[in-house]
């Protein structure tokens, strides 16, 4: 069975959406959270969209929210409450060690990434089997990278290195994951100049590998290439600085009339422009009416 039963409803594993979006050439998007409110706003619009969601989390934002159990339970109980009928998955986002991974499957998260991209080949291959291994056993779907995706999580800069094609097909025999990450070219955070994603390798890693390509740092990267993108290979769409920046734009507006300390309305005046971003992402991916 590809689901965790949530009471009435279902989370399901990556596999159950990244196949199907494999075979009808579009691309799921991956939002991250960060807290209730933002799970929710991503919940809701998807749901509106009739749009499969992955919900990524990233080792900060867990720490923020609570821990894995807390978001864990967050997101499922949002989904039986919010009465959401979309398959969602619930994604650790650059898990970076084998203990990590291990928390969040235990915790409940029903997709896991583990990054072991900064160590050698040989070093990579033999985590992320580890982490396939334990993963499986729980009917977990796993997503890994080779090569490093362009800057960081924080935003700072640093160097992109693509993904050697041979290392991709060894690494992807090797360790049966379900999705895979190569350095292609994008960046995490806000770019500095434009993007050079590098189709050629992207289409040749697609045809190689046979998985779900997962492209990150899918913020500020223009529409027509990203269109090209999902036609070579990419399934999934990681999307987070889009979010924070379109939220916090409108959040600092809102307090520019508004004298309010509720830090409940402050937070929601961000709702409206980060769904409209949300629904934006979801005709861009083609994943909308998907269910």
Not at 242 to 255: C, G, K, M, P, T
């Amino acid at each position: 069975m590809p689901y965790n039963e949530i009471g009435d409803r279902m989370i399901v594993n990556g596999n159950e959406i990244l196949i199907k979006a494999k075979m009808g050439k579009y691309a799921i998007p991956h939002f991250n959270i960060n807290n209730l409110e933002w799970t929710r706003f991503i919940l809701e619009e998807c749901q509106e969209a009739k749009s499969p969601v992955i919900l990524g989390v990233s080792e900060g934002a867990i720490k923020y929210m609570g821990g894995y159990k807390v978001v864990a339970d967050l997101v499922k109980d949002l989904v039986k409450s919010l009465n959401i009928t979309i398959p969602v998955v619930l994604h650790l986002d650059h898990g970076s060690s084998v203990e990590v991974a291990h928390n969040a499957i235990e915790a409940g998260f029903t997709s896991v990434m583990i990054d072991a991209s900064k160590y050698d080949l040989a070093t990579n291959i033999a985590m992320t089997k580890e982490v396939v291994k334990m993963a499986h056993e729980k009917n977990v779907s796993v997503e890994a990278e080779v090569g490093h995706i362009g800057g960081n999580e924080d935003g700072t800069s640093s160097s992109v290195a693509y993904a050697e094609v041979e290392d991709c097909t060894k690494f992807v025999s090797e360790t049966n994951i379900d999705s895979f990450a190569p350095a292609l070219g994008s960046v995490h955070g806000i770019y500095k100049g434009e993007p050079k994603l590098d189709f050629e390798r992207m289409q040749k890693i697609a045809n190689l590998t046979n998985l779900p390509l997962v492209l990150h740092g899918g913020s500020g990267i223009p529409d027509d290439m990203i269109k090209k993108a999902i036609q070579c290979g990419i399934c999934k769409l990681n999307i987070n600085t889009d979010l924070q920046i379109v939220w916090s734009n409108a959040v600092r507006e809102f307090l520019k009339v508004d004298d309010a300390y509720d830090p409940r309305k402050i937070i929601k005046s961000g709702e409206a422009s980060m769904k409209k971003t949300i629904r934006d992402k979801i005709d861009l991916l083609g994943s909308g009416n998907k269910i």
